[in-house]
């Protein structure tokens, strides 16, 4: 199998095939850093990642371009609203700049928890206005624009293959009976589903940031953005942009007019601005998606007061839990959280844990393999290149190269975890190089639970040091429990009752039995 991946435009899945052989270059939609993102937003970046790292997996060299939007967002994705930046500035009596950078910070702190690989650029609006400029005087010149009440709009009807993306119908868009719902009437525009490619006072008289520009001092419309950053960082001809589904109608609908609409004859020949758009769907709580204008919401670590909502820390939840949670349903797929769901998840991530931590242990005894946090990737690699592709691994293909199915993937490492089958050291190899994109840190988690619990071991060691009859009890204890698993109950009750008789307790423990005297 060769990868692919779900193209919403066209609404198929199709082989993946880079604009340039074995280089992708991808553009995903960062956060506008107004607020916290909350779990759902951060739902896209976990995608984003898997994405990312399933690329360099099968062998592709990527760049990856993420943009930061710190002007110019309104509340409305349809040039309806305040701006976001500015309303949370007001809020805080904060400069937009500092709000920005606060904000961004406790993003990259999260993405951080959640093992996400930072893209490889991560670009911010205002300090690219010049490329937006630059840009905006491109469709200018090919007639894609007008200037009415100060605001210079992007006309739809210039571009024929407009609202492609989301099926939209051009013809009723101009008309003003399209399925797209324009919430506010801009008396403005000559069709309803025109946008603002930059704003004059006319927006807002007291907007924080403005910049002068040939139509007037003012601040670029939230769309052009993405389209001038991801041209320069990677080229007029795109291999994949992702964001969430309810950028398809608008934002990214948007995005394709003013990008291809800036296109020479010679650069439309070439191909389209994007080649494979990919969307993750929503995380959806009781009663809908969750949404930060409602006022309450989730965060992953960020403590927030009782009435604005939780973080998932504060209940008991590490970022890693809500990462396997995440990984357990398809990027494409309505995925219902709830509390239970994400309990099962911590168990499940622990149970997984606890597993390999055991190979660990039995690597150590039967191949005298010590793994410890500073070795074990140079160990662990050399022993994967070896490896070949074993049933485990090409499950894991399989699965990353059939759309992103998390679940399959998922479902090959924790296979692997039993270590069934094959030496201990080629089950931790096939967990090393599979937890490369599912990113749980396996590994590290199991080498910290095996020295703990051997540091418990020899505890308990020391606790018995000068017992005489230690050595006699442990050898008892071990019978005990070579016999439970051999389903001989008869002889572990005989011991168990015998070791009674003497004043010994036996106690289970998730490091195995230990034992005391009453």
């Not at 797209?180 to 927006?203: A, C, H, M, Q, Y």
């Amino acid at each position: 199998m060769s990868l692919r991946l779900f193209n919403t435009m066209g609404r198929t899945l199709q082989e993946f095939e880079p604009v340039k052989k074995d280089f992708v270059g991808f553009y995903g939609c960062g956060p506008t850093v107004y607020n916290y993102a909350h779990i759902g937003n951060l739902r896209a970046y976990v995608f984003l990642d898997v994405l990312d790292k399933t690329l360099s997996y099968l062998g592709y060299d990527i760049k990856h371009v993420m943009n930061i939007t710190d002007v110019g967002h309104l509340t409305g994705d349809s040039d309806e609203g305040d701006d976001k930046m500015v309303k949370t500035a007001e809020e805080r009596h904060q400069s937009v700049l500092e709000v920005a950078q606060f904000y961004t910070d406790a993003f990259m702190k999260d993405i951080d928890a959640l093992n996400i690989r930072h893209p490889d650029v991560i670009c911010k609006a205002t300090e690219h206005i010049d490329d937006m400029i630059a840009l905006i005087k491109k469709l200018e010149e090919n007639g894609h624009t007008y200037m009415a009440g100060g605001n210079l709009y992007f006309d739809i009807s210039t571009y024929p293959d407009y609202g492609k993306l989301a099926n939209l119908d051009l013809s009723k868009l101009i008309a003003g009976k399209g399925k797209r719902k324009e919430v506010v009437i801009d008396e403005n525009k000559r069709n309803p589903g025109d946008f603002v490619l930059w704003f004059t006072k006319s927006k807002f008289e007291n907007q924080a940031m403005t910049w002068d520009s040939p139509w007037g001092r003012g601040y670029p419309g939230w769309h052009i953005e993405c389209s001038a950053m991801s041209m320069k960082y990677l080229g007029k001809h795109i291999d994949i942009h992702t964001g969430g589904i309810d950028h398809v109608p608008v934002h990214h609908t948007n995005e394709i007019a003013q990008s291809e609409g800036s296109f020479t004859e010679a650069e439309r020949k070439e191909g389209p601005w994007v080649k494979y758009w990919m969307h993750n769907e929503f995380l959806i709580l009781e009663g809908g998606k969750m949404s930060k204008s409602s006022g309450h919401f989730i965060t992953l670590q960020t403590e927030l007061p009782a009435e604005k909502g939780f973080s998932l820390t504060s209940k008991g939840f590490a970022p890693l839990d809500y990462r396997f949670f995440l990984l357990g349903g398809h990027y494409r797929k309505p995925l219902i959280f709830s509390m239970d769901a994400l309990e099962s998840a911590k168990n499940g991530r622990a149970a997984l844990n606890e597993r390999v931590a055991k190979l660990i242990k039995k690597a150590e005894q039967a191949e005298n393999l010590k793994l410890k946090i500073e070795n074990y990737e140079e160990i662990l690699s050399e022993i994967a290149k070896n490896l070949g592709e074993t049933e485990n691994l090409k499950r894991f293909r399989n699965g990353l190269e059939n759309d992103l199915a998390t679940p399959v993937a998922l479902s090959a490492l924790q296979k692997a975890s039993n270590g069934k089958g094959q030496k201990a050291s080629e089950a931790l190899a096939e967990i090393y190089k599979m937890d490369k994109v599912i990113s749980l840190s396996v590994i590290e988690n199991a080498i910290t639970i095996a020295e703990k619990q051997a540091e418990e071991s020899k505890s308990q060691t020391d606790d018995h040091a000068g017992d005489p009859e230690a050595a006699e009890i442990t050898a008892l204890v071990e019978q005990r429990t070579a016999a439970k698993k051999a389903k001989d109950f008869a002889t572990a009750d005989k011991i168990r009752d015998e070791l009674a008789a003497r004043g010994i307790t036996i106690i289970d423990t998730p490091q195995g039995p230990a034992w005391k005297r009453s």
